[in-house]
């Protein structure tokens, strides 16, 4: 059984910043590659930002590169994500999900955290 859980979450104002953590608990070592994903209200679910096993490889969906990092420290740590210069638009539902190599899709997904972001 694989867990994922989200922390972090909750109120920055417009321009400030928010650090996101997720931890993944399995019952066996494996090798997860790390997502965050985001859903405002009344919009569709959305990537936001994605690291490999190792924490080397990244990708960012283009409206946040420069302003948010994913990072982790090896395959058994928390994966972050950190949010500067935050937008209104960006309030949402944050997911952190996970997925092995060979899953084309991401198969484990946290509850989800708040993100709200004041004008």
């Known amino acids: 059984q694989v867990q994922v859980v989200e922390s972090g979450g909750g109120l920055a104002q417009a321009g400030g910043s928010l650090r996101l953590s997720c931890v993944v608990s399995?019952?066996?070592?494996?090798?997860?590659?790390m997502a965050w994903f985001r859903q405002a209200p009344g919009k569709e679910r959305e990537f936001v930002a994605a690291?490999?096993?190792?924490?080397?490889?990244?990708t960012y969906t283009d409206s946040v590169k420069g302003r948010f990092t994913i990072s982790r420290d090896g395959p058994k740590k928390p994966t972050y994500l950190q949010m500067n210069s935050l937008k209104p638009e960006e309030t949402a539902i944050y997911y952190c999900a996970a997925r092995l190599p060979f899953q084309a899709n991401y198969e484990y997904w946290g509850q989800g955290t708040q993100v709200t972001v004041s004008s």
């Open positions: 690291i490999d096993w190792r924490g080397r490889a990244t």
């Open positions: 399995a019952r066996t070592v494996a090798q997860y590659s």
